[in-house]
């Protein structure tokens, strides 16, 4: 009989053992190297420089000072090459902004330069830097009204039948876009951008048909519309809410495995006790 009480007790140190061996397993759950991506303070600082440099050069385009504006945006491009992008952004937000800039150049001194295009290019600069320092809130979010304003005009051409004002009405959506793709790529997954050029290109494909296949491009329609609530993190939640999987805080996972650790110890030694003084010839002493 005592031996049985042996293996009991056994088995409780085991069951110990396990609990203990998979708390250790949870403490180790978040990846190793999980912070090393981690921006440097020197790195935010550059960053803010950046964006302040931008700041200055979209001012100059907008007052009209270009020989400034220009000597603004070669310093924007300097800086951007001295700054290690690791822990901000992705290589296709910084090759984005990269491209933005050798744009603008190019605008800022063509023989013939055109102020919309100028300002276009310079805005396109300025809201991807801001949206290297304000990740939480980027100024671009304020495009949302505006270019669902656009793809509902775009909507009601279509319905209307009117193929002339359906391809103004994209070109006029997709002009906004293209300003600030550049910050999409530095704040939002690259599939993302790449899904709206998709739905772009379906949409200028299907209106540049003489006969236009309305269904078509209505479910062309119907995504835009879903990816850009998508992309601006405006989905109905209240009808649909993602299950999120959180990282469970160590001190939790340490606080109740220290209760289930102490109950199954206390269990244990209520195991043991009993079985000593059962079958060990012990007197019984009173208790819990």
């Not at 600082?45 to 220009?70: F, I, S, T």
């Not at 800086?79 to 937000?93: A, D, H, Q, Y």
Request: one cysteine or more; a positive charge; glycine letters at 8%.
């Amino acid at each position: 009989m005592f031996v049985f009480g042996k293996k009991r007790w056994r088995s409780a140190c085991c069951v110990l053992l396990l609990v203990m061996a998979i708390l250790a397993g949870c403490g180790q759950g978040e990846p190793a190297g999980a912070n090393d991506n981690t921006a440097s303070s020197e790195q935010l600082k550059q960053v803010e420089q950046l964006n302040a440099a931008a700041d200055e050069m979209y001012r100059y385009v907008m007052d009209g000072n270009m020989d400034k504006a220009r000597d603004k945006l070669n310093e924007v491009g300097a800086k951007l090459t001295g700054i290690r992008f690791e822990g901000i952004t992705s290589v296709e937000g910084v090759s984005a902004l990269s491209e933005s800039i050798v744009q603008a150049k190019r605008v800022f001194q063509s023989v013939q330069y055109s102020q919309e295009a100028g300002q276009a290019a310079a805005a396109k600069i300025r809201l991807a830097t801001d949206a290297l320092t304000h990740a939480n809130q980027p100024m671009w979010l304020q495009y949302y009204k505006g270019m669902k304003e656009s793809a509902y005009q775009l909507e009601q051409a279509v319905q209307r039948r009117n193929q002339r004002d359906a391809v103004a009405g994209l070109e006029q959506l997709q002009l906004r876009y293209s300003t600030i793709r550049p910050s999409i790529l530095i704040s939002r997954p690259s599939a993302q951008a790449e899904k709206l050029d998709s739905l772009f290109a379906f949409l200028r494909n299907q209106l540049s048909q003489p006969e236009a296949d309305l269904k078509q491009i209505g479910g062309g329609l119907a995504h835009l519309q879903q990816s850009l609530d998508e992309l601006f993190d405006r989905r109905d939640k209240a009808a649909y809410v993602p299950m999120v999987e959180r990282p469970v805080p160590i001190r939790w996972i340490f606080t109740f495995g220290s209760i289930i650790v102490a109950v199954l110890a206390f269990a244990a030694w209520r195991i043991f006790d009993f079985e000593r003084n059962s079958f060990g010839g012990g007197n019984r002493r009173g208790g819990w």
